[in-house]
T-cell receptor, first 115, second 111 residues
Framework: EPEVTQTPSHQVTQMGQEVILRCVPI?????FYWYRQILGQKVEFLVS????????KSEIFDDQFSVERPDGSNFTLKIRSTKLEDSAMYFC?????????????FGSGTRLTVV | GEDVEQSLFLSVREGDSSVINCTYT??????LYWYKQEPGAGLQLLTY?????DMKQDQRLTVLLNKKDKHLSLRIADTQTGDSAIYFC???????????FGSGTRLSIRP
């Protein structure tokens, strides 16, 4: 069964450093998403991406965040200057236009720890 | 506004049925989902229901939707130890909008 792949599975970074979280969505999917889950809290929407541009973003997704699809397969989330409160599990997801249930396929997540 | 609420914990005996409840506030929600998250893993879509349906059954899973009360439930029949996980209720207004998740219900199974 096709999978969404995220790397790395765990990243530790110092406060103020830039991080790039990588995702390979399912190959025929056209819609891409980033969500995050702070430990013990809700899964929160960050951003959706379609046709090489952001289609929707949340209040969390401020100027410190950016997304990119640098080639035909990768979808990245960059955090420019990490803060302690950015520590969370970050999930990438993708979906296919016309998918009957309109559900997403999620990756296993990247656990980001900011120290 | 958009909000999805669930109780945080549920403990059931192995072999019994589990019922996980969820309420949502957005009356225009069109798609409602249940996702499962096992320890250290991502979110797995378990089942979904459209808002024009009242019930959906898929093997051991039964989803009930009360649109008037904006209440969604997931029943797991014959609960097994492998069902231990966090279960997230989620809703989506349209195919073009984002999915909104609840806080998740941690299901634990006792022997």
């Amino acid at each position: 069964e096709p999978e969404v792949t995220q790397t790395p599975s765990h990243q530790v970074t110092q406060m103020g450093q830039e991080v790039i979280l990588r995702c390979v969505p399912i190959s025929n999917h056209l819609y891409f998403y980033w969500y995050r889950q702070i430990l013990g809290q809700k899964v929160e929407f960050l951003v959706s991406f379609y046709n090489n541009e952001i289609s929707e973003k949340s209040e969390i997704f401020d100027d410190q965040f950016s997304v990119e699809r640098p080639d035909g397969s990768n979808f990245t989330l960059k955090i420019r200057s990490t803060k302690l409160e950015d520590s969370a599990m970050y999930f990438c997801a993708s979906s296919e236009r016309g998918q009957l249930n309109y559900g997403y396929t999620f990756g296993s997540g990247t656990r980001l720890t900011v120290v | 506004g958009e909000d999805v609420e669930q109780s945080l914990f549920l403990s059931v005996r192995e072999g019994d049925s589990s019922v996980i409840n969820c309420t949502y506030t957005d009356s225009s929600s069109t798609y409602l989902y249940w996702y499962k998250q096992e320890p250290g893993a991502g979110l797995q879509l378990l089942t979904y229901i459209f808002s024009n349906m009242d019930m959906k059954q898929d093997q051991r899973l039964t989803v009930l939707l009360n649109k008037k009360d904006k209440h969604l439930s997931l029943r797991i029949a014959d609960t097994q130890t492998g069902d231990s996980a966090i279960y997230f209720c989620a809703e989506r207004r349209s195919s073009a909008s984002k999915i909104i998740f609840g806080s998740g219900t941690r299901l634990s199974i006792r022997p």
